[in-house]
């Protein structure tokens, strides 16, 4: 076959790897120079998303990847499906508008904000998911160190953070304080979702400062969509189907 070393060199150059893969293939099969030059220039381009969306994958650091397909919403037939489906076009994030799960322990309340995560990077949006326990232990390391403000604009950068068990940490005053500036600064500027065991209503009992809770929860529900999870934990069924199989297998 023809070498082109000064094409492949400028392609190499111009960082056009679909292009460069493809030149000489698509021109046996196209002959048409604009055709040619349109097909090669969208492979480009899907390649490009491909690797965006990678990239975004990897930057969000699930700790799995989790699909709204393969949630099962007959184990919460109280949850609103077509307004919860609705999510996943992800306008809500360029409307910078929150989104809340509530509900006890296996319900699937991880599994919704991951899959949400997971199509928000698709769609081109900067993600991050972390836990409430770690984002309040990198402020607080933040403040410690003085550096509490450079780390509250390092998440900036993304238009969704995912903050996963908000509850399960200790409300002391210094991490509500932080919780608080976090979400204050993202207020109508960008989205953040949480998860939640706690009802609204039991946030101002564990929050040292009722003030403080109150003040939270309005700015999180407003622009906010709430969804409530219920139900028996998912987990503890799969256990028990485990065991269950285990037990089977060995009499
Ligand atoms: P939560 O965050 O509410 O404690 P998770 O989302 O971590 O619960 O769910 C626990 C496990 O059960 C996960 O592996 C999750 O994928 C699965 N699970 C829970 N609810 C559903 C559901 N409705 N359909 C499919 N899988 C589910
Ligand atoms: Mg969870």
Request: proline share 4%; net charge positive; glycine share 4%.
């Amino acid at each position: 076959m023809e070498q082109h070393p000064l094409l492949d060199m400028h392609l190499r150059s111009l960082r056009l790897p679909a292009m460069l893969a493809n030149y000489k293939r698509l021109a046996g099969d196209i002959a048409e120079p604009i055709s040619y030059l349109t097909q090669l220039a969208s492979l480009e381009v899907e390649k490009r998303h491909e690797n965006g969306v990678r990239a975004r994958i990897a930057g969000a650091h699930f700790p799995v990847i989790k699909t709204i397909e393969s949630f099962d919403f007959s184990l919460q037939p109280q949850l609103p499906k077509v307004k919860l489906l609705e999510l996943f076009d992800c306008a809500f994030i360029e409307q910078r508008r929150n989104f809340i799960c509530i509900g006890p322990p296996g319900t699937g309340k991880t599994h919704t904000l991951l899959a949400i995560g997971l199509a928000a990077c698709t769609r081109g949006f900067h993600v991050l998911f972390i836990t409430a326990a770690e984002l309040l232990m990198s402020l607080i390391a933040a403040k410690r160190e003085d550096r509490l403000e450079r780390k509250l604009k390092s998440y900036d950068r993304y238009d969704i953070v995912l903050v996963d068990e908000l509850g399960y940490i200790p409300f002391e005053r210094e991490a509500t304080d932080l919780l608080f500036q976090v979400i204050s600064r993202r207020y109508e500027r960008s989205s953040i979702a949480i998860t939640t065991n706690l009802a609204f209503s039991d946030w101002t009992n564990i929050f040292p400062d009722p003030m403080a809770a109150t003040a939270v929860i309005d700015r999180l529900v407003h622009h906010g969509t709430i969804f409530e999870f219920a139900g028996e934990s998912q987990r503890l069924k799969t256990r028990q189907r485990r065991s269950t199989g285990a037990a089977a297998a060995t009499s």
